[in-house]
């Protein structure tokens, strides 16, 4: 059973846009309080990029994305969003959303062991 679906990576010039989505079932959802991206580069390990408590009462961003990419989510569709605008050659990975039963903190947002849900990705490149 398919839980998370992310969509809307593609390939655009530096300094452009994209926005993900990602849709999750509905006991997905509603049974996990934090909803998480993240993003891995080839070779690279997979990092946290933004997390959103359900709730909407906690939103936090890596360092490297602060004041470009926004996340959001829409509970009437299951659906969380990253905005993300100014891209750069280094945002250049596989995006994938998750979910987690655990709340929103500042200390474990970004962590993976955290998250039971995961999408399968959509990937994202950026040519300079």
């Known amino acids: 059973q398919v839980r998370m679906v992310e969509s809307g990576g593609g390939s655009v010039q530096a300094g452009g846009s994209l926005r993900l989505s990602c849709v999750a079932s509905e006991d997905t959802y509603s049974s996990n309080y934090c909803m998480g991206w993240f993003r891995q580069a080839l070779g690279k390990e997979r990092e946290g990029v933004a997390g959103?408590?359900?709730?909407?009462?906690?939103?936090n961003y890596a360092d490297s994305v602060k004041g470009r990419f926004t996340i959001s989510q829409d509970h009437a569709k299951n659906t969380v969003y990253l905005q993300m605008n100014s891209l750069k050659p280094e945002d250049t990975a596989m995006y994938y959303c998750a979910a987690s039963g655990y709340a929103c903190y500042s200390d474990n947002w970004s962590l993976r062991d955290r998250y039971n849900s995961w999408g399968q990705g959509t990937q994202v490149t950026v040519s300079s």
């Open positions: 959103i408590g359900r709730g909407g009462d906690y939103i």
